[in-house]
């Protein structure tokens, strides 16, 4: 079964300090894509960073940027220069092969102190 | 360029009574998708259709159904709700489908008592 696990359930970082957020998942599949999205205060999720199964390469998105271990199923969140602005709950998700649906971790709620 | 736009934003429903909630994607994007969210399970799919069609569907009971229009706007129905029905339902839309990448509302929040 695919299973996404977060295990900081909360997280605080300094402003101007830089994060990182723990996700790992479980999947037989080769070919699959894992996400990072934010839901604010005002629950709107957002769409952080989107990484590809099959590109070595880790996703950067401005501040943000993933360390994507394929082997070991680990696909952590690293927030540089952290803002206010950063401060919601951050969801780990995962979406595999022809299976039409994203499979969430249960999300690490990140508090930006100034 | 319009987000999605999800309807009504808050809702408070009676047991036993039915819903209907609504969603608007962005234009061009053919894929929609529902989800629950509560505190205590975290995210769960409740479908997704693409191009009028249900591709995929969660584990939720009957109750809950879903359709897709033409103009890809797209409505979830709950039949006689249940207290655990309580939830933010969350509307997601993609161009191609989930692995591009969705663009979500901002949810109905429904509360049943």
């Known amino acids: 079964a695919q299973t996404v696990t977060q295990s900081q359930p909360e997280m605080s970082v300094q402003e101007a300090e830089t994060v990182t957020l723990s996700c790992t998942y479980d999947?037989?599949?080769?070919?699959?894509?894992l996400f990072w999205y934010k839901q604010p205060p005002s629950r709107q999720m957002i769409l952080v960073i989107r990484?590809?199964?099959?590109k070595q390469q880790n996703a950067t998105e401005n501040r943000f940027s993933v360390n994507f271990q394929k082997a070991a199923k680990s696909f952590s969140l690293k927030i540089s220069d952290s803002q206010l602005g950063d401060a919601a709950m951050y969801f780990c998700?995962?979406?595999?092969?022809?299976?039409?649906?994203?499979?969430w971790g249960l999300g690490t709620s990140l508090a930006v102190n100034p | 360029k319009a987000g999605v736009t999800q309807t009504p934003r808050y809702l408070i429903k009676t047991r036993g009574q039915q819903v209907t909630l609504s969603c608007s994607p962005i234009s061009g994007h053919r894929s929609v998708s529902w989800y629950q969210q509560t505190p205590g399970q975290g995210l769960q799919f409740l479908f997704e259709y693409f191009s009028e069609t249900q591709r995929n569907k969660g584990n939720f009971p009957g109750r809950f159904s879903g359709r897709q229009f033409s103009n890809s706007r797209s409505e979830m129905n709950v039949s006689t709700l249940e207290l655990g029905d309580s939830a933010l339902y969350l509307c997601a839309s993609s161009l191609w489908g989930p692995g591009y990448g969705y663009t979500f509302g901002s949810g109905t929040r429904l509360t049943v008592v």
């Open positions: 998700a995962h979406n595999a092969g022809n299976n039409r649906k994203l499979i």
């Open positions: 999947t037989s599949e080769s070919d699959y894509y």
């Open positions: 990484q590809e199964a099959y």
